[in-house]
Every structure is written in C-alpha cells, then in structure tokens.
C-alpha cells in the first residue's frame, strides 16, 4: 500500500474539503450547536493552512503560522465559550435553540 507523503499540496486538499465541510455545516444546519461545530472546522482548516505555509514555505527558521495557529485556537475557544453563553441564555428565555428564535428577540 503506498503511503501519502506529507506535503503542501496534500495538507492544502485536506485543509480545502475541511473547510468545505465546515462551510455546509454553517450553512445547511438549523442547530446553533452544530453551525459553531462548522465554524470551527472552518478554524482549523486555516489552522493547517497556517502550519502548512510556515513548515513548508521556510522550513527550519519561520514558526510565525505555529503562532498564529495557536492564536487562533485561543480565539476560537473563546469564541465557543460566549456562543454557549448565548445559547443558554436563549434557551432560558424562549425555551427554544433554533436559530430562528434570535429573530423574535428584537426589540
């Protein structure tokens, strides 16, 4: 069985169809649990796409994405961390999650 090497090319096809998945989750599902679950596979696929450019591009000095990628994670936990916050209290109130429901919150 041959095995895939790691590559630019290869990591930026992952990253892609990563992406490509969180978009349809974002965009097809009515569940704000599994719409955050889309935005942050869209997160991580820019991760890899930050990891892959700085190994690849400068290999042995740069590790300016590795940075950037953990960056990124700290925003995106804190990012899921108020969404939550959100929901609950949406729920609180309405007794519904759907996204919907936001809607019926304006004053």
């Known amino acids: 069985m041959p095995?895939?090497?790691?590559s630019l090319t290869n990591c930026l096809m992952i990253s892609?169809?990563?992406?490509?998945?969180?978009?349809?989750?974002?965009?097809a599902r009515r569940n704000p649990v599994s719409i955050l679950m889309g935005v942050e596979l869209m997160l991580?696929?820019?991760?890899?796409?930050?990891?892959?450019?700085s190994s690849f591009v400068h290999p042995r000095s740069y590790?300016?994405?590795?940075?950037?990628?953990?960056?990124?994670?700290v925003l995106a936990a804190s990012e899921a961390a108020v969404f939550?916050?959100?929901l609950l209290s949406l729920y609180q109130q309405l007794q519904r999650?759907?996204?919907?429901?936001?809607q019926s919150l304006k004053g």
Request: net charge negative; charged share 5%.
């Open 3 to 6: 095995t895939l090497a790691p």
């Open 16 to 27: 892609a169809i990563m992406f490509a998945c969180g978009l349809f989750c974002v965009l």
């Open 44 to 53: 991580n696929a820019a991760n890899l796409n930050l990891v892959a450019f």
């Open 63 to 73: 590790h300016l994405g590795h940075c950037f990628a953990i960056f990124v994670i």
């Open 84 to 86: 939550l916050a959100l």
């Open 97 to 102: 999650t759907d996204v919907d429901a936001i």
